[in-house]
């Protein structure tokens, strides 16, 4: 491939790994089907009202989530680069390969404090398996707490980047590929046993009732905002992820389908998350707005509660490990790519060391919940909960405008570049040019508290 804004003539995708097109598919999918949908989806639908906000979380990633994803994928594939060198590449304007600095900074703080939450799901899962988790009169709130707030946290975030620079080093198609491959099946089967098991829990009606019969006097204006910014979250989109998959992505590839599934994907598993994590909150009775501690602090009391509960318990926290391994591996991927490009450094060391100050960043966050740091709460929110905050709603939406913006006016050939003509080509630059920015806009404004609704 050769296109007329190349630089250095370095752009040859044959000396790039790329994954195949399935291959692709899968680890978009891994990428995108995460903490997000497992955890943070549940918890979210339940506190605004069920099946009404499932359908408005639809509308967005519809009218906002898939346009940008095709955009991330096209400046990716087009740029054969991490995601700041592909935007200089594409527009040859040093502005744009600064601004795309953001991108991987963005994704590198997601990764710090996104493993620390990945390694919550490990301890609990072998927690679950072997039983220690469950005993008569546990107080899972209390004990998810003296959990969280001692040092065992830093050793499972130790572990979870250990695996991620583990599959990364090991390449585009004998690591990252390979391990979706292997892990995304596994995963839906896990995923439709446990649906099984909720679905025919005594009183398991009240809960799909609660998820799937819209009561739409539940919603507002902020509501809508909160299913946008999780349609982003979700899509894995504002930090680079999917530019940087898609600079592996050969080019026969049609992005225009692989958006759909990609987002199809993503609705559905939130969709049977939805339906393993209702019928059970309803069943034991627990409270389905209970807000983040809805995994790991309610459903434990749940698992505790039914036959072979340390089974179907493990099994949950399995599911939500692989769920965020796979998005873990490819946010690294993020900056890793870009030590890779940058610095030329192999991708073994590129690994290796990104790997290694992502978890010494990661360490403050971790030991902020609750643990030595936890007391320090400069501004009224701690370390953690700070880094959640500026990375979730100021750096991702901020990354997603520009996305919009660069691939609505900047660069004049996304079109073509995304193989889009015609009817499909102008309602994507229309949601690109006007809709998407105007709601992302919306979102950082709300969420920064100049507006409020
Ligand atoms: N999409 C992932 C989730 O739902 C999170 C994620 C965000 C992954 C950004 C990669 C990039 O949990």
Redesign the pocket.
């Known amino acids: 491939m050769n296109h007329p804004t190349s630089r250095n003539g370095a752009d040859q995708p044959s000396k790039k790994e790329l994954f195949t097109s399935s291959g692709f598919i899968l680890a978009a999918i891994g ?7 497992m955890w ?1 989806f549940p918890y979210i639908t339940g506190q605004h009202g069920g099946a009404a906000f499932f359908l408005l979380f639809i509308v967005c990633l519809l009218i906002t989530g898939l346009p940008v994803l095709l955009a991330e994928m096209t400046i990716g594939r087009s740029g054969r680069r991490n995601a700041a060198g592909s935007l200089y590449q594409l527009t040859g304007n040093r502005f744009w390969g600064v601004v795309g600095l953001l991108f991987i900074l963005t ?1 590198f703080l ?1 990764m710090s404090y ?1 493993a620390v939450v990945a390694g919550w799901t490990l301890h609990y899962t072998v927690e679950s398996f072997t039983g220690l988790l469950f005993s008569e009169g546990t107080d899972y709130k209390e004990k998810f707490i003296s959990f969280a707030s001692g040092y065992l946290p830093v050793f499972w975030q130790a572990l979870t980047m250990l695996v991620t620079g583990w599959v990364i080093a090991r390449g585009v198609s004998g690591g990252i590929e390979k391990f979706n491959k292997i892990l995304i099946p596994s995963f839906f089967i896990i995923l439709v046993v446990l649906m099984w098991r909720s679905l025919t829990l005594p009183g398991a009606g009240q809960g799909v009732e609660f998820f799937l019969r819209p009561d739409f006097s539940k919603l507002d204006a902020e509501s809508a905002l909160i299913a946008l910014g999780h349609a982003f ?7 680079g ?1 999917m530019m940087t998959y898609g600079s592996y992505v050969n080019q026969k590839q049609s992005l225009g389908s692989a958006t759909w599934a990609i987002g199809f994907g993503d609705m559905l598993y939130a969709f049977i998350a939805g339906l393993v994590i209702f019928p059970t909150v309803f069943s034991f009775g627990l409270e389905p707005g209970e807000g983040v501690g809805l995994a790991f602090m309610a459903l434990p009391a749940a698992f505790s509660q039914m036959p072979l509960g340390f089974l179907f318990g493990g099994l949950f926290f399995l599911l939500l490990s692989i ?2 391994l796979t ?1 873990a591996v ?2 690294l991927e993020v900056p890793v790519a870009y030590a890779m490009e940058r610095w030329k450094w192999s991708r073994k060391k590129a690994a290796v060391i990104v790997s290694s100050v992502c978890f010494a960043v990661g360490v403050p966050p971790a030991l902020s919940v609750g643990g030595v740091l936890g007391s320090w709460q400069p501004g009224g929110k701690t370390i953690f909960d700070w880094v959640d905050f500026s990375t979730a709603y100021i750096l ?1 939406p901020f990354c997603g405008l520009i996305v919009t913006l660069f691939a609505g006016y900047a660069w004049k050939r996304a079109g073509e570049a995304a193989g889009l003509t015609g009817f499909w080509y102008r309602v994507w630059m229309f949601l690109l040019r006007v809709v998407a920015p105007a709601m992302i806009v919306l979102v950082f404004l709300y969420f920064m508290g100049v507006i409020s609704v």
């Open positions: 990428s995108s089907v995460g903490l997000g949908n943070k994704a997601i996104y979250f979700s899509l894995s989109l504002g930090m992820c769920a965020a998005s490819s946010i991702m």
